[in-house]
C-alpha cells in the first residue's frame, strides 16, 4: 500500500478544508465552472517579513526582491509594492507587471539572459538594477545608457564556479574585462549577483564572500561595487522530515499507476531548514577562505546584501482546487478523472511528480463513513494517456466520488500557472485572492475577489 505523504499546512489554510469554511470552496467552484486557484496574500507578507527579520537579527543591511516568475498573479506583486518589496523580472511582460502593480523603476533587478534591447531602454530610463551577464550583452548596455544620455545601474553576474556549466553568469575573464569596461560614467556599478540552482548553504557562502571580495577589488578601480545579490534558492519544506523518509524506503513502482517511474527524480519535498530560516543560516555560516560570518564579513566591506526569493515567499500563499468528474475501479484502485489538466501543476513536465498528497473536500453526501484508505490516481480531463496530475495512488481517507474536490497544497511558487496552457479549449483556471474579513466586520468568513479584475 502506498504510503501517505501529507503536506504542511496552516491554520489559514487547514479553515478552508474543513466545514464550515470548505463550503467557500464548493461554492467558488460552482461558480468559477472549472479548476482554480486559491491566493493567500497574507502569507506572502509574513514570509516577506520573516526574510526582512532574519536581516535584522544578524545586523545586516539587506533587501528582499521578489523573483516574479514564480507566479503570474497580479497580487503578490501589489503586496510587494506596498511593502516596499524590490521585485526581480526577467521579461518585458514581468516588468510591465510590476512597474503596474506600483513597484518604482528603482526597485526592480533585471535579470535573464541576453536580454533585448527594449527592455534594456526601458531598464535604464526607470533607474533599474541590470544584472548582466555576459559581455556582448554589458556593450548594449553602454550603448543604451549613451543614446539615452543616462547612467545604468549594473551589477554583473558571476559564473559560480562550482556550476562551471551553467549557462548563466560570467567567468573569470569576462569579469575583469567587465569591470574594465564598466569604468566610464555610463554605468554605475552597483557590485555583483549571483544564482544558484540547489539549496545548498554553504556553496552560497563561498560566492557571496567571493563576490564581497571582488567588490572591494572594484573600488580600488574607482567602482561603486557596494551590493551583492544572492538570487533566490531559498528552500520550502512541502512535507515532514518522518514522511519524507518512510516515503523513500517504502516506494515501489507499483504504488503507481502502470508502474509509472520518473527519470526527472524529485524535487527535495522535505527541506529541514527552509525560507527566512535559510537565510538566517546563510547570514551565519563560515564562508570558505575566511574566518568570520558572510554577515560579518558583509557589514564590514559595508556592503548591502540583496536576496531574490521566488518559491519561499510563496511558501503556504496558494493552493490548487479541481473538482472530481468520474471515478473509475481498475485493478484494486480507483482513477480519478478531474476537471482540469496536469499543465496546471507544472511537476509532470519536468518528468517528474508534484507529491505531496492532495486533500479531498467532500461534496455535501451520505456515504462517508466508510473506513479508508481507498487509494487512487488523478487524471486529467484530456485524451492523452499521459496526463496525469499525480499518477501515485493516494491513500484517500474517504473514497473519492464525483462532486468531490481535490486540493493540492503549497502551489503558490512555480506548480499552478508556469506550465498552463489552454489545451483542449480547457480555460486557464482563474485566480482568487482569499483573505480574512474586515476588521470591523461581525462575519468569520473569509473574503474572496479574483486576483485580475475583469
Ligand atoms: C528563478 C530565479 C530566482 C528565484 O529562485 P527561487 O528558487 O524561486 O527562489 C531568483 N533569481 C534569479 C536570477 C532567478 O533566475
Redo the contacts with the bound molecule.
Keep these: 500500500m502506498t504510503t501517505a505523504l501529507p503536506s504542511h499546512t496552516t491554520d489559514e489554510v487547514r479553515a478552508l478544508l474543513e466545514p464550515p469554511g470548505s463550503a467557500l470552496l464548493h461554492e467558488l467552484g460552482h461558480g468559477l465552472g472549472g479548476p482554480y486557484h486559491v491566493l493567500l496574500p497574507r502569507r506572502f507578507d509574513a514570509n516577506a517579513a520573516a526574510f526582512r527579520a532574519a536581516f535584522a537579527s544578524a545586523g545586516v543591511d539587506g533587501r528582499v526582491y521578489y ?1 516574479k ?2 507566479n503570474k498573479a497580479s497580487v503578490f506583486v501589489e503586496r510587494a509594492a506596498v511593502a516596499g518589496l524590490g521585485v ?1 523580472v ?1 521579461s518585458h511582460g514581468e516588468l510591465r507587471e510590476a512597474l503596474a502593480a506600483g513597484v518604482p523603476g528603482t526597485d526592480l533587478v533585471i ?2 539572459p541576453a536580454k533585448d534591447d527594449h527592455l534594456l531602454r526601458v531598464s535604464v530610463l526607470h533607474g533599474a538594477l541590470i ?1 548582466v551577464d555576459a559581455l556582448d550583452e554589458l556593450d548594449r548596455v553602454l550603448a543604451v545608457a549613451r543614446e539615452l544620455d543616462r547612467t545604468a545601474q549594473v551589477v554583473l553576474r558571476l559564473l559560480p564556479q562550482g556550476q562551471p556549466h551553467s549557462r548563466f553568469g560570467l567567468d573569470h575573464t569576462e569579469t575583469a574585462t567587465a569591470l574594465d569596461r564598466c569604468r566610464t560614467e555610463r554605468v554605475d556599478m552597483a557590485g555583483f549577483s549571483f ?1 544558484l540552482s540547489g539549496y545548498a548553504i554553504q556553496e552560497r557562502a563561498d560566492l557571496a564572500a567571493r563576490a564581497v571580495r571582488l567588490c572591494a577589488h572594484a573600488r580600488t578601480l574607482g567602482l561603486r561595487a557596494d551590493r551583492v545579490s544572492v ?4 528552500a520550502v519544506d512541502y512535507v515532514g522530515a518522518e514522511d519524507w523518509r518512510r516515503f523513500h524506503e517504502s516506494t515501489r513502482p507499483e504504488h503507481f499507476h502502470r508502474n509509472k517511474t520518473f527519470s526527472g527524480g524529485y524535487y527535495p519535498y522535505h527541506s529541514p531548514v527552509a525560507g527566512a530560516d535559510a537565510l538566517a543560516a546563510l547570514l551565519a555560516s563560515t564562508p570558505a577562505d575566511e574566518t568570520s560570518s558572510l554577515a560579518d564579513l558583509v557589514r564590514q566591506a559595508g556592503v548591502t546584501l540583496l536576496v ?5 515567499l510563496l511558501d503556504q500563499a496558494g493552493c490548487s482546487v479541481f473538482r472530481v468528474q468520474g471515478v473509475k475501479e481498475r485493478d484494486g484502485y480507483d482513477i480519478l478523472t478531474v476537471d482540469g489538466s496536469s499543465l496546471s501543476l507544472s511537476e509532470q513536465w519536468f518528468e517528474s511528480e508534484f507529491l505531496p498528497d492532495p486533500v479531498i473536500v467532500p461534496a455535501d453526501r451520505a456515504d462517508l463513513a466508510d473506513a479508508g484508505p481507498y487509494p487512487a490516481c488523478v487524471g486529467a480531463a484530456t485524451c492523452l494517456e499521459s496526463d496525469l496530475l499525480t499518477w501515485r495512488k493516494i491513500p484517500f481517507p474517504v473514497r473519492p466520488a464525483t462532486g468531490d474536490l481535490l486540493v493540492y497544497l503549497n502551489t503558490a ?2 506548480q499552478m500557472d508556469s506550465n498552463e496552457s489552454p489545451f483542449h479549449e480547457l480555460p486557464l483556471p482563474p485566480k482568487v485572492v482569499v483573505e480574512p474579513p474586515a476588521h470591523d466586520s461581525p462575519s468569520v468568513r473569509p473574503r474572496w475577489r479574483l486576483d485580475r479584475h475583469p
Excluded at 538570487?231 to 531559498?234: D, I, Y
Excluded at 531574490?308 to 519561499?312: D, T, V
Design positions: 523573483a516568475k514564480a526581480d526577467a535579470t535573464g544584472a544564482h538570487g533566490g534558492g531559498f531574490e526569493p521566488g518559491r519561499a511558487g512555480y
